[in-house]
């Protein structure tokens, strides 16, 4: 007989205690990686869409710079335009490096001409571009020819279709972005040509007609030279062009950032009263059960057992009821997270990305551990007091 | 085989209450001798025991096992002696209730070193057959009868083959008819191992079951 059967015919024969502590365990385990995944799922979405943009700053048309934010996380399309002169304009700021226009567009909700409702589209100047040309030119060896487009991690072709349908023209969806969790998951790429194809078309081919104001752009993407302080740069734009709005990326979504921040204090806060309960309950629960195996702690010592083997044995049970519980706990956690996410995201009002499967399995692991020192700990406390006492001490109360 | 020399055992129960249980006792005992230790409750024969096993320490005076000193032992050396050198039969029920006979038999050889699986079941089955239980390998302690459940504790007391067996009150909880067989087992145990047996009982009419018999009162030896 091994220790390890000792100890788990023990735990059979406490069942309610075992539950207990295995109860604990799950809780103490599914609130971190529950608390964790939400926090680092909604922080980890907005970087990777800051990084996706790929510019120092946004240059919009004054008063739109809330609705870009709304689109970029949320996928919501946004329609703005200002004069294309004011590319030339911002690329004479000093301090600026690069400047790439876009034009945003999206597609028509409820018609046979689209095939996705509503979708937020993205048209860019392949000449000047400098956001998706590296991630093109690593896996579509260069850029984007007429009628091909890039989608979002959520794009994808209609199977009755068999081509992406755009106000009646066909595109051929050539690659998928990395998800973001963000609105830009939901949106599709394509150069000014493409747009410009589109719109032309769309009179003979859509139930309604692609309308672009001629020379207008949406949004102007902005890169600082290298030791320049973009702020300063957005400064000087907006003092140049007084009817644009210079959004830096650095301070974009903001409002997220700080209900991340709230979220983050609150999850913490909830993580400390769970854990402080649960291993409370475990150091009850262990007292108890040490308390009335008294006597059969006293038989092992009198039978031979080390005092290190009497704390192993017993410290053996709780770390089984913390593995246990503790993969419970984040199967369900995880589980729950991943199914209930647009609930996640709809509450929160934050965007959310689920991380992949070794992130996910390396904070399990974590929280594993975790929980595992938590109970181990929590236990310890009244298993060691006995394994102190006298074994014909023990035998005796 | 066992020495006491001077041994005192005082319990604390507060910082003003103290309880002598054992005063001052100094005793020898040879190897294959069987010792009936009787007394009222509350003689200190019980602490006497527990003294003899290393199982609690004494507040004066020496405890010696085969020469050896056994509170100058480290706990892991102590615990090595008691799991080689000495059987245990408790006054209480004291088999794991969630193991079955065999697996009760075989628990001190969880506590050995080097103890081969194999040739500790075969053991703890000869044992339990030798008790009459082999229909009961697979039972639990609750589905054994007290006299049955005495029977596997007294088969795990023989399981490492010690030098010494000590028996507390191993009859208390029995009916008469039981008491007399229980106590046939261990006579017959000490003729044919020549284990040293140290029994102690509140009944003074068991003390003709051993080879020599002792009396205690007050934490004393009375008459010897």
Redesign the interface.
Known sequence: ???IR?AI??L??SSFRSWLVFFCSALMAGFVVSGTLVIRGADSSLRLALERLGADIIVVPKGNSQRLETALLMGIPAHMWMPDTVVDDIRAVSGVEAASPQIYLSTLRGAVCCSVPEMFLIAYDPDTDFTLKPWLEKNLEGGLALAEAVGGSLVFVPVQDGALLVYGTSLELKGTLEATGTGLDQSMFFTFDTAFKIAEESSDLAVKVLDIPPRTVSSVLVRVGMDQDPHQVALAIAEKLPNVTPMETSSLFQGQREQILSLLNSVVALLGITWLLGMGLTTVIFALAVNQRR??I????????????VLQSLLMEAGLLAIAGGIQGIAIAALAIYLFRPLIVRLMGVPFLFPGFLPLAGLGLGALALVLVGVLLAAAIPIVRVSLQ????S?RE | MITLHEVSKTYTVSKELTVPAVRNVTLDVARGEFVVITGRSGSGKTTLLSLVAGLTRPTSGRVLLDNVDVWRLPDAEQSLLRNRKVGFVFQFPSLLPTLNSLDNVMLPTLFADNADPAQAKQRATHLLEQMGLSDKLHAYPRQLSGGQQQRVVIARALMNEPQLLLADEPTSDLDETTEHEIMGLFREIHQQTGVTVLLVTHSAELGSYGTRSIQMAGGEIVAS
């Open positions: 007989m091994k220790l000792l015919s023990n059979a024969g006597r059969q006293g038989v092992m010592r009198a039978l031979g057992a080390r005092r290190t083997v006298d074994p014909a001490i035998m």
